[in-house]
Each structure stands twice: as C-alpha cells, then as structure tokens.
T-cell receptor, first 113, second 111 residues
Framework: GESVGLHLPTLSVQEGDNSIINCAYSNSASDYFIWYKQESGKGPQFIIDIRSNMDKRQGQRVTVLLNKTVKHLSLQIAATQPGDSAVYFCAEITQGGSEKLVFGKGTKLTVNP | NAGVMQNPRHLVRRRGQEARLRCSPMKGHSHVYWYRQLPEEGLKFMVYLQKENIIDESGMPKERFSAEFPKEGPSILRIQQVVRGDSAAYFC?????????FGPGTRLTVT
C-alpha cells in the first residue's frame, strides 16, 4: 500500500557536522517530494521540495537528493546547528490526484553542542 | 499575512462527547487538508476540501468523523462520540495550489 518510510528513527550529530537523513518511498508513481521539519508542539514546516524530473536541489544549507532507480530520497543539512534539532519527515505526492501528502514516520535529529 | 490558524490548541473531551476542531486557512487559500498524527508517527491524510466541497475523504473514518469548509468561516473537523483512540494531534494545512502550509495543530485528549 502507500508508504513512505525512513531508514533511521534517530540521528545524533555534533554541532557543525553535516547531517544526512534518508527516506525510502514505495510508490513509483510519486512525482513530487517534500521534506518537512517538525519541532516539538508545532506543525510541520516546509524545508525543501524536489520534482521527479530532478535528482538534486539545493537550498540554504540544505540539499535534497532523489534517486528514482532505488526510490530513495535524502536530506543533507550542512553545518548542523542546535536549532536544527527536530523531527524530519519526507512526504510524497502523486500529481493528478487530490495532492494529499503521504508522510513517513520521521527521523528525530538531535544536535549536540 | 497570518499563517494557518487552528483552535483550540488543546482540547480535552470525555468519551462519548463531541469534538470540534477549527482551521482558518491563510488568506487567499481555497484548499484545506486535514491530517492526524499519533505520537511518534507521521501525519496521516484524512480529508481534502475546497470551499463548500469535499474533494477527497479517503482518509476519513467512515463513522463519527465529518468535515466541512463553508463559503464563509473556518473549516471544521467534527468528531462525534469520541473514543480514546481519537486522541491525537490534528493538523490542517492550506494551499493556494500545491505547497501546503501547516497550522500549529489541535491536540485532542479523550479521557
């Protein structure tokens, strides 16, 4: 069935290191992917998105990589800061439908000072 | 431009009572989505509405749950005869077209 899963539920890094958060998706028809950050007690916050006709997209300190061959998505955060501590979710949309988001379970990122 | 507003932020109901959750989309957004999040899990889609229309309710339980988005006023997610399993965070998101902006959520606790 529909599912977007994550390889690791938790990730702990030192401040200043780079972080990589992975996501596997199962629906090969999905054509739009988004990474969200969710801090405790808050709603998901958009970080970056990528369409299926791309394999890489860069933002400010963040990069998303998409490998359609193995249905894998990753989020790279450069020079991780304590403020980056949160749960990160990948989500997918299949265009042409209702554009509902299908979320994975999330990876909890902890940044140690 | 204010973000997506949800109220109440916290709601406690006894089993059997009704819960009403409100969502005011961002100005100019005519698409509203409702999602439910259980502890330690990702968000699960419930329903997608446009003004006065339900577009996709494939994630809504068949009984006790309903949603509306009237021409005027906020979108309402209504849960009748709540049970303990309804305890969760409920998020709405609004969208002008594709990108969805989330509200802070309503945390429902059923005692």
């Amino acid at each position: 069935g529909e599912s977007v899963g994550l390889h690791l539920p938790t990730l702990s890094v030192q401040e200043g290191d780079n972080s990589i958060i992975n996501c596997a998706y199962s629906n090969s028809a999905s054509d739009y992917f988004i990474w969200y950050k969710q801090e405790s007690g808050k709603g998901p916050q958009f970080i970056i998105d990528i369409r299926s006709n791309m394999d890489k997209r860069q933002g400010q300190r963040v990069t998303v990589l998409l490998n359609k061959t193995v249905k894998h998505l990753s989020l790279q955060i450069a020079a991780t800061q304590p403020g980056d501590s949160a749960v990160y979710f990948c989500a997918e949309i299949t265009q042409g439908g209702s554009e509902k988001l299908v979320f994975g379970k999330g990876t909890k990122l902890t940044v140690n000072p | 431009n204010a973000g997506v507003m949800q109220n109440p932020r916290h709601l406690v109901r006894r089993r059997g009572q009704e819960a009403r959750l409100r969502c005011s989309p961002m100005k100019g957004h005519s698409h509203v989505y409702w999602y439910r999040q259980l502890p330690e899990e990702g968000l699960k889609f419930m329903v997608y509405l446009q003004k006065e229309n339900i577009i996709d309710e494939s994630g809504m339980p068949k009984e006790r749950f309903s949603a509306e988005f009237p021409k005027e006023g906020p979108s309402i997610l209504r849960i009748q005869q709540v049970v303990r399993g309804d305890s969760a965070a409920y998020f709405c998101a609004s969208s002008p077209q594709s990108e969805q902006y989330f509200g802070p959520g309503t945390r429902l606790t059923v005692t």
